[in-house]
């Protein structure tokens, strides 16, 4: 915890200033707004950010610029959210790993209570990327191979209570398997060990997955949902496992203390973005589904989800450090 703090404090002076207007909130938004991604550049945040931030700036007459802070599942880039000004200029994208952290940290440098959920985003299972090398060809044959040869296939993550080690060790256990966890900094570092032979799989989105996939050097295996995704038709690890079922979110969150005001203004512009078809079209290109929620529905949201990852939490095995 004491690196995470230093590096809170070393990225701080990198927020500072990011809030400079002191107008009221019924003149948001009146500089530029920063959003904070708790990750890696490359990952599927990033990816998934771009569909709605060009259009959001567009809509609210600002500038929106993107600051990745990644490091410790997201915990140093929301420790810095949470001293940011409360004025709406510096937002954060973030995902599931938010409901995760409370079950896995004992002493966090925030509190995810006093956090300001302005919006779920996106819902989305996560695609299971293989080596296109390896000797199997489908979920069963995996399983049946992991079963054989246990503690010899390896799977990137972007580390301890990351979306995808939850998701894979929901699967070590649903199928009694064990796929040795590699954890790296962000999506985007998985994703590169797994394309060149280093690390053999990686859950993570399809929109990342997908230009591995089509240069050959992954295969679509399976996926976290329970019916088949997209053009390929990607089956789900359900059809394999029974029960298997893990789906990843975004989010949009503010720092404590933000005005209703400003969290409505987002809001009313996210809902008219989520309707907007093109959006609608891009997001159906990654096999993401759009949310637009109000604060409420997403502060209800976000307390449900922690109250499952915990559940998820405790039953592989993990302890809060």
């Known amino acids: 915890m004491k690196q995470i703090l230093r590096a809170i404090a070393l990225s701080a002076g ?53 600051e990745n802070h990644p490091g410790s599942n997201s915990v140093i880039g929301t420790a810095l959210l949470a001293e940011a000004k409360p004025d709406g200029h510096t937002l954060m994208v973030v995902t599931a790993a938010i409901a995760n952290n409370p079950s896995l940290y004992a002493n966090l440098p925030y509190d995810t209570d006093e956090l300001v959920p302005v ?60 796929i ?29 997955v997908r230009p591995f996939a089509e240069s050959g050097k992954m295969k679509f295996f399976a996926h ?16 394999t496992v029974e029960g298997y079922e893990y789906l990843n979110w975004l989010a949009l969150v503010a720092p404590p203390g933000t005005p209703t005001e400003i969290t409505g203004k987002l809001n009313e512009a996210l809902s008219q973005i989520f309707a907007e078809q093109e959006v609608k079209d891009r997001l159906a290109s990654q096999n993401i589904q759009g949310v637009a929620s109000t604060a409420e529905e997403a502060k209800t949201y976000l307390t449900q989800e922690m109250a499952t990852s915990k559940a998820i939490i405790e039953s592989i095995g993990l302890q809060p450090q």
């Open 224 to 239: 976290t949902g329970t019916e088949p995704l997209g053009t390929e038709q990607i089956p789900p690890i359900a059809a």
């Open 14 to 66: 990198l927020i500072a200033g990011a809030s400079a207007g002191t107008a009221t909130a019924q003149d948001y938004p009146t500089d530029t707004i920063k959003f904070i991604i708790p990750y890696a550049p490359g990952g599927g945040t990033d990816a998934a950010a771009a569909v709605f931030s060009d259009r959001l700036s567009q809509l609210l007459g600002q500038p929106i610029v993107k």
């Open 180 to 208: 040795r966890e590699i954890p790296f900094k962000g999506a985007g570092e998985s994703l590169n060990n797994v394309a060149g032979g280093f690390v053999d799989m990686v859950f993570s989105g399809y929109e990342t």
């Open 119 to 178: 919006s779920i985003l996106t819902s989305y299972p996560f695609v299971l990327g293989v080596r296109s090398d390896l000797p199997f060809n489908n979920m069963q044959e995996l399983i049946d191979y992991a079963k054989a040869n246990p503690g010899e296939l390896t799977a990137g993550t972007s580390g301890r209570g990351s979306a995808a080690q939850l998701a894979l060790g929901l699967l070590n256990e649903t199928a009694g398997i064990e």
